[in-house]
């Protein structure tokens, strides 16, 4: 499933890199993330940059699936469909 989306990412141009972080973990423990509410996201999407150049970093927990819905290489288009696990209704 990562490495679709980070095939996808390339079509466009980008590069992805995902990381996948315990379902109990909190996903953004840097100075970056000012509240828990933030931290306790399932997905987070940022733009990190490393010797080679600018990239996006998906960090999303285990129990979540990220999907490339469109890509529009020539528009720099690329929707994204996060699907996490299934609560019980009220």
Same mark, same amino acid.
Request: proline share 4%; glycine share 6%.
């Given at each position: 499933m990562d490495s679709e989306v980070q095939t996808q990412?390339?079509?466009?141009g980008a590069r992805l890199k995902v990381t996948v972080v315990p #379902?109990?973990? %909190?996903?953004? $423990? *840097?100075?970056?993330? @000012?509240n828990a509410e933030d %931290?306790? %996201? &399932?997905? #987070?999407v940022d733009i990190r940059? *490393? $010797?080679?150049?600018?990239?996006f970093?998906?960090?999303r927990r @285990? $129990?979540?699936s990220v999907q490339v819905? *469109?890509?529009r290489p020539? *528009?720099?288009?690329?929707?994204?469909?996060?699907?996490? &696990?299934q609560t019980g209704s009220n």
């Open positions: 990412f390339e079509k466009m #379902t109990s973990a %909190r996903l953004g $423990n *840097d100075w970056r993330v @000012s %931290r306790m %996201r &399932p997905v #987070t940059r *490393d $010797n080679k150049g600018e990239y970093e998906l960090r @285990s $129990n979540v819905l *469109d890509i020539s *528009d720099q288009h690329l929707l994204l469909m996060v699907r996490g &696990p």
